[in-house]
């Protein structure tokens, strides 16, 4: 397993202990500067855009009232989906999680990219949650102490601090709309985002050739030196503007025979002499539309058409399934994409040849990137939050809900605090089951 990454993290730690020892001692900003347990928190007092923001009270009533229903959806959603996945890994043998990935911080993270889209979403979905939760605490008649950024080496939240006997004193459905407010405002943003960023994929325009999606190891394409994204012109003489083309091209080719592979690579004209193998005994089942005794180029061909069909099923769904299955697509893409596994990591990171996929206007991959890590990590921050685990908005809810029923039957409130312990330690074990079991197998 590869450490190489944690010399930087115990570097970073080093020096965050010695910014927190100084600015602790020396009482730096103390208006400013405050402290959590390990982490900082950088605050303000200053709260009353808040008041403005509340001012539509009745709409802002509504919608923190569907809030709370959609929090409890994804509550239960995602609590089923854990336990699932905790029974799978005690049954199912996976791939050990690194210790880098346990973590969403960008860059780190195998998955998760550092690039300005990135941070600028991370930052913004933080910020939209914590909004939420400001804002509807005024709807309630809370009043907001303060606001701002907790950070532990870089920023890990945002925080917006209420008087807590306010908070105390207001009754179950007003805590409840202010505990889902941020859960509620992270799903509709994110939910925002990913519409406009299928609207936005529509527009991409397809290019006009066929091109290399990849290249078989040890077959004569790779020993020709042709690179995965080659732009295909012309094979032997012929000029090939789709698969079908690609095909009967190659299909009255024999082993041992040499052809001439000709495109465009990232804008350069390029030519690969290639001597064709025979097609291998574990391929030939799986290889479609080629005569048996032809000759084998080591190449799986693609077309932009495949990623304008690819993109219109995940964006245009045409039933429950197949936006469901859309959606979970979604979910994984940075997961596959960065594995190298998925035909649209372009919508994660980077871009691809304009030969293939050409932007309508400047700026086009940057604005698609932007919306899909705030789509992505939005609804990521929601569903996550929405686990009713102690100091999450999930368990809040699920505390003061269990805290209400005790006084309403009479007993005691601590069974409500010791019932919210047991299902946090339940969780926390699915957790280190799913992280330690496949290190047992």
């Known amino acids: 397993m590869d450490f190489n990454w944690l010399i930087p993290v115990i570097i970073a730690l080093m020096v965050y202990a010695c910014v927190y020892y100084y600015l602790k001692s020396r009482k730096v900003l103390p208006h400013v500067i405050d402290f959590m347990g390990p982490c900082i928190m950088i605050k303000t007092e200053r709260v009353g855009f808040f008041d403005t923001l509340a001012r539509p009270k009745k709409l802002l009533y509504a919608y923190a009232t569907a809030g709370v229903l959609i929090t409890l959806l994804c509550a239960v959603v995602v609590t089923v989906m854990f336990l699932v996945s905790g029974i799978l890994s005690l049954t199912v043998q996976t791939d050990p999680i690194p210790p880098q990935d346990l973590l969403l911080i960008p860059g780190l993270n195998s998955y998760v990219p550092s690039t300005f889209a990135v941070w600028f979403a991370l930052f913004f ?5 914590e909004a939420g939760h400001g804002i509807i605490s005024r709807v309630e008649k809370m009043r907001v102490k303060s606001t701002g950024l907790l950070t532990l080496i870089i920023p890990i939240g ?11 004193k207001a009754a179950l459905g007003s805590k409840l709309r202010m505990f889902a407010a941020g859960i509620t405002n992270n799903m509709v943003v994110g939910t925002i985002c990913l519409v406009l960023l299928a609207a936005l994929l529509g527009m991409a325009v397809p290019g006009d050739h066929p091109y290399v999606y990849g290249v078989y190891s040890g077959y004569p394409a790779e020993e020709a030196g042709v690179p995965p994204g080659l732009i295909v012109t012309d094979i032997d003489g012929t000029a090939v503007y789709s698969l079908d083309d690609v095909t009967l091209a190659l299909s009255d080719t024999k ?5 001439t592979l000709k495109g465009e690579y990232k804008g350069v004209p390029q030519s690969y002499d290639i001597t064709l193998a025979a097609i291998p005994d574990d391929l030939e089942s799986s290889i479609t539309d080629t005569e048996s005794g032809t000759g084998f180029i080591g190449i799986s061909f693609s077309d932009p058409q495949t990623l304008v069909d690819a993109l219109h099923m995940m964006t245009h769904p045409t039933s429950f399934a197949e936006g ?18 998925d035909v649209l990591g372009f919508i994660v990171a980077d ?7 050409a932007a309508p206007f400047f700026g086009y991959w940057g604005i698609v990137h932007l919306l ?24 809040q809810m699920l505390r003061e809900s269990l805290r209400h029923l ?7 409130e601590k069974r409500a605090f010791q019932i919210c312990g047991m299902v946090t330690y339940v969780l926390i074990l699915v957790v280190v089951l799913m992280i330690v079991m496949p290190y047992m197998w």
Not at 351 to 357: E, F, G, V
């Open 158 to 168: 945002a925080f917006v601090e209420s008087y807590g006997e306010d908070v105390e």
């Open 406 to 412: 005790c006084r309403k039957i009479g007993v005691d």
């Open 324 to 341: 469901a299955a859309a959606f979970m697509a979604f979910l994984v893409l940075p997961f596959s994409s960065m594995a190298g596994m």
């Open 255 to 259: 082993p041992g025979e040499v052809i």
């Open 125 to 129: 979905a933080m910020i939209i949650h």
């Open 372 to 395: 899909f890590w705030c789509a992505w990590l939005n609804l990521l921050l929601g569903i996550f939050n929405a686990l009713p685990l102690g100091g999450l908005d999930g368990g």
């Open 351 to 357: 871009s691809p040849d304009p030969a293939i996929l």
